[in-house]
């Protein structure tokens, strides 16, 4: 197990350009969470998958922003009509439910940086 | 409103100076308080979950300790390759609802040899 995959790690787009982003989970890993990171601020939450079902969405999470979970295996979070403001790293998270042996552990990936010019 | 602030936002130790990271938040009902590392440029590394009050962990030359309204992460006879950010995070507990994070900004700690 490498843990959580995201591709690509790095992105250039222009404004106005749509980008996608791919998180695979741990595998049996069950809940997956996207979030965003700007520099010097902690990650905020976008929002979270329990297999396939989308269960909770952040305001921040625009119209333009899509993450979908097919088949609740690997996700994709797409950006549309990319802004400035987009620039932020994009982190994907995920975890199973806790239990007494290994409590609620959340694990991260590298993340995905995205740059809009 | 749920909030998580940390302290200091900056930290610099000589290699052997011990000293504490604070969390304090405000959440009306915890479920779990969470602390990563995160190395520059990296996404963050999980360290401890802390559920109770009382609690403690322990991990190398890391204590987390947990208290009603905040946590500390002590950190002790620390050496260069600690330096970091640390990130302090909780999660709320309303009834089942959600398992998101909310994360503090971070202390950036600096350890110099």
Wanted: charged share 25%; aromatic share 10%.
């Amino acid at each position: 197990d490498t843990g959580v995959s995201q591709n690509p790690r790095h992105k250039i787009t222009k404004r106005g350009q749509n980008v996608t982003f791919r998180c695979d989970p741990i595998s049996e890993h069950n809940r997956l969470y996207w979030y965003r990171q700007t520099l010097g601020q902690g990650p905020e939450f976008l929002t979270y998958f329990q297999n396939e079902a989308q269960l909770e969405k952040s305001r921040l999470l625009s119209d333009r922003f899509s993450a979908e979970r097919p088949k609740g295996s690997f996700s994709t979070l797409e950006i549309q009509r990319t802004e400035q403001g987009d620039s932020a790293m994009y982190l994907c998270a995920s975890s199973v439910p806790r239990d007494r042996t290994s409590g609620n552990t959340i694990y991260f990936g590298e993340g995905s940086w995205l740059t809009v010019v | 409103e749920d909030q998580v602030t940390q302290s200091p936002e900056a930290l610099r130790l000589q290699e052997g100076e011990s000293s504490s990271l604070n969390c304090s938040y405000t959440v009306s009902g915890l479920r779990g308080l969470f602390w990563y590392r995160q190395d520059p440029g990296k996404g963050p590394e999980f360290l401890f979950t802390l559920y109770s009050a009382g609690e403690e962990k322990e991990k190398e030359r890391l204590k987390a300790t947990l208290t009603k309204k905040e946590s500390f992460l002590h950190i002790t006879a620390p050496k260069p390759e600690d330096s970091a950010t640390y990130l302090c995070a909780v999660q709320m507990n309303y009834g089942g609802a959600t398992n998101k994070l909310i994360f503090g900004t971070g202390t950036l700690l600096a350890v110099q040899p």
